[in-house]
């Protein structure tokens, strides 16, 4: 057993209401540049969708992630080295600007500098990119709410995979919103992919992060990302991606996104996890099995055994400190709640989704447990859909977590109107009462504090500060060996 | 005045065939240290893939791989001896041969190519944005270089192997006889001159790429882990 730690997100996609302020802040924060204006690293998707890029959960189309040879191996899905090599002058599965959508503004200017005529003058919507006119055809969230859902939503992936018809009438329709970033995954395909080995995975927390110096613009890391979620930068010719807002997480502070979260849907913490199992846990061959195996990866920050040797490994106190506290940790192992988003694509997404559980409040008007259970099968939302989308197509694990959310909500409003409390629905679903209320507490109430458990980094030894003593205002060359006498 | 004629002298034929390419292969590699090491932010492949791939697919698919072919071309007709190549039984006619035919299959491939990346730059208002000035140069000095290679190849059929080669590994042994290219033909010799322009601006050139084949990519592991960075 080896211990890392990684800086793990959970989104409660329950709680989110589709506002869009996490992409905004985010791209205020990270992407108001030239060359990436097309790039969202945080974006909301209404589902079912095609999303952004167009289909982008579509492997059969797009070829990222990681696919399980016949020998057993794992393999890149877009192929091996060979494949790197030959077509380093062309990569096929590279998406196109046109497949996430043509960045534009809109020539303001025009209104004031118009000569007088008879009709007012427009501001015409022009490309970011080329400066032409052009007509805004697609864009970033182009089927927000629904719009457009007869016809592009009947593509989304998860939809066509299926079995029942899903129709897409008013009276029938269902969705939800999916914030989306990148996964920082424990298995990063982009990582694996980089000829000039630019993209790395941080060792301390499990950032993956491009070396802007290393990267030379092979863009195998777009194609490779099963998210989408590394882009090319069309003015510098470099790859970029989301940073999991480093520096804020060095210093304790949550990502931009979580940060300014309307709906407080989002918790960051630490959890710990054995590396040395990665490679037999991504080698099942069902789809349906690889949920639940993930979970056999992380550590309890609480067993002896483990603080022991993480200690061993190098694993700052602060961490395992941390990770105790994780809300992430308890989000995802300890009540299940939050599941993987398309652990199919074998790269190990590190941002976990509570699942949505529809409109579901007019159900617990005076029903019993039993039928309120009965009725989550028939939910507005398919459980099929959400498995596809977060559980590789694991039903059970989906109604699981559902039943479990559920369950908090009974018991809660059992205890509120003061009627008679049957806990032993609440252990058939694998819940305590005091895990009902802790569960309760963090989905509905969770403060700043416990929803964002992030340990500093320790940078004391990043400097040899005996060096630097007595150079307070007077900073000459402090990482300088040589000139110093 | 000196008669430097009279001592054996020529210097057209001593600048253009000693001094400059010298000069260039010096600029070529103090250049590509300088920015390697001082702006590797600016060491990129410059891929236009993302703004336009449907003709990128044959343009850069015939130019690259035909620039491989034309490579080792040059290695075996430039940089190998006539002597060794001949001491494996490759026989004059059987190298002229080699020459004419996978020499103007893989011109013909560059040339194609480039026109294809010429014409895309010039009619995509996307790629008009990003296309520098540099850019340009270095397309068109490709192109020129590429036609006169074909010319050379299919037309003059010059016995380069007496003349341009033996002088051309002399100058990697500091001993370049530049009289070999006195009688070499013009259009041969304008090939070689760009060639050394282009390496002299190459440090300069989205060309940089050439240096960063990523061959440590084929024993690479494939998950790298890094320390944070202070």
Redesign the interface.
């Known amino acids: 057993m080896r211990v890392k730690a990684q800086i793990t997100m959970v989104l409660n996609l329950d709680k989110c209401i589709g506002c869009h302020t996490c992409s905004v802040t985010c791209k205020n924060t990270w992407t108001k540049r030239d060359g990436v204006e097309y790039v969202w690293f945080n974006n909301v998707e209404t589902k079912p969708g095609v999303g952004y890029p167009i289909q982008w959960e579509n492997q059969e189309k797009w070829k990222g992630g990681w696919e399980l040879k016949g020998n057993g191996k794992l393999q890149l899905k877009q192929g091996g080295k060979l494949f790197e090599f030959l077509n380093i002058f062309h990569n096929p599965n590279l998406p196109t600007i046109d497949d996430y959508y043509e960045p534009w503004t809109y020539d303001y200017e025009h209104l004031f500098n118009a000569p007088k005529q008879k009709h007012q003058p427009v501001a015409r919507a022009k490309s970011l990119i080329s400066g032409e006119k052009i007509d805004i055809k697609w864009g970033p969230n182009w089927e927000d709410d629904l719009a457009g859902a007869p016809e592009h939503a009947v593509n989304d992936p998860n939809i066509q995979k299926i079995a029942q018809e899903v129709r897409m009438k008013f009276e029938e329709t269902f969705f939800f919103y999916l914030p989306r970033l990148c996964e920082h995954c424990l298995n990063p395909a982009c990582v694996a992919a980089c000829p000039s080995g630019a993209l790395y995975k941080r060792n301390e927390d499990g950032i993956v992060l491009v070396d802007q110096d290393n990267c030379r613009g092979w863009r195998y890391c777009i194609s490779a990302c099963p998210y989408k979620k590394v882009y090319f930068n069309w003015a510098t010719q470099k790859a970029e991606k989301c940073t999991f807002c480093f520096p804020r997480i060095e210093a304790g502070l949550p990502t931009i996104c979580s940060e300014t979260c309307v709906g407080k849907i989002r918790y960051i913490g630490v959890i710990l996890y054995d590396p040395d199992k990665l490679t037999e846990l991504l080698n099942e061959k069902d789809d349906k099995k690889l949920y639940e195996k993930q979970l056999e990866i992380f550590l309890d920050p609480n067993d002896p055994k483990v603080i022991e040797q993480a200690k061993k490994d190098g694993v700052p106190d602060n961490y395992i400190e941390f990770a105790q506290k994780s809300p992430v940790y308890k989000l995802m192992v300890k009540y299940k709640v939050a599941l993987s988003l398309h652990p199919e694509f074998r790269t190990f997404p590190m941002v976990w989704y509570v699942p949505p559980i529809s409109p579901i409040l007019q159900l617990f008007e005076d029903k019993s447990y039993d039928e309120l259970f009965s009725s989550i099968d028939e939910m507005r939302i398919p459980l099929e859909y959400l498995a596809n989308l977060l559980t590789g197509g694991n039903v059970e694990a989906i109604k699981g977590a559902i039943n479990r959310l559920v369950a908090v909500r009974y018991y809660m409003r059992a205890k509120e109107l003061g009627k008679e409390i049957d806990t032993k629905k609440l252990e058939e679903v694998g819940l305590s009462p005091e895990g009902a209320e802790e569960l309760y507490r963090m989905l509905a109430i969770a403060k700043f504090e416990e929803r964002f458990v992030i340990p500093t980094t320790r940078k004391e030894f990043d400097r040899d500060v005996y060096k630097e003593q007595g150079m307070t205002g007077f900073d000459y060359t402090p990482d300088c060996d040589f000139c110093l006498p | 005045m000196v008669d430097l004629a009279r001592y054996g002298y020529d210097a057209i034929n001593l600048f253009f065939w000693v001094v400059f390419p010298y000069i260039a292969i010096t600029i070529f590699f103090i250049g590509n240290a300088y920015r390697f090491f001082a702006y590797?932010?600016t060491?990129?492949?410059?891929?236009?893939?993302?703004?336009?791939?449907k003709t990128?697919?044959p343009a850069?698919?015939l130019?690259?791989?035909g620039i491989i072919l034309a490579f080792i071309g040059h290695i075996i007709g430039i940089v190998i001896p006539k002597s060794w190549t001949e001491e494996i039984g490759l026989t004059e006619h059987m190298y002229r041969m080699i020459a004419l035919y996978a020499g103007t299959f893989a011109g013909l491939m560059v040339i194609a190519g480039l026109v294809l990346f010429i014409y895309r730059r010039w009619r995509n208002?996307?790629l008009?944005?990003?296309t520098t000035k540099m850019d340009w140069i270095t397309l068109w000095l490709l192109l020129a270089i590429a036609v006169l290679g074909n010319i050379n190849t299919i037309v003059l059929q010059h016995d380069y192997r007496e003349t341009v080669a033996p002088w051309f590994r002399g100058l990697w042994v500091f001993t370049p006889n530049y009289t070999l290219m006195a009688e070499v033909p013009f259009l041969l010799k304008l090939h070689i001159f760009l060639v050394f322009v282009l390496t002299a601006i190459f440090p300069f050139t989205r060309l940089v790429?050439i240096l960063?084949i990523?061959l440590?990519?084929?024993f690479?592991r494939?998950?790298?882990?890094?320390?944070?960075c202070?």
């Open positions: 590797p932010f060491w990129t492949s410059k891929s236009s893939e993302i703004l336009e791939k990128l697919r850069s698919l130019f690259h791989y208002p996307r008009k944005v990003i790429h960063s990523p440590s990519y084929i690479r494939p998950i790298i882990y890094r320390e944070r202070p």
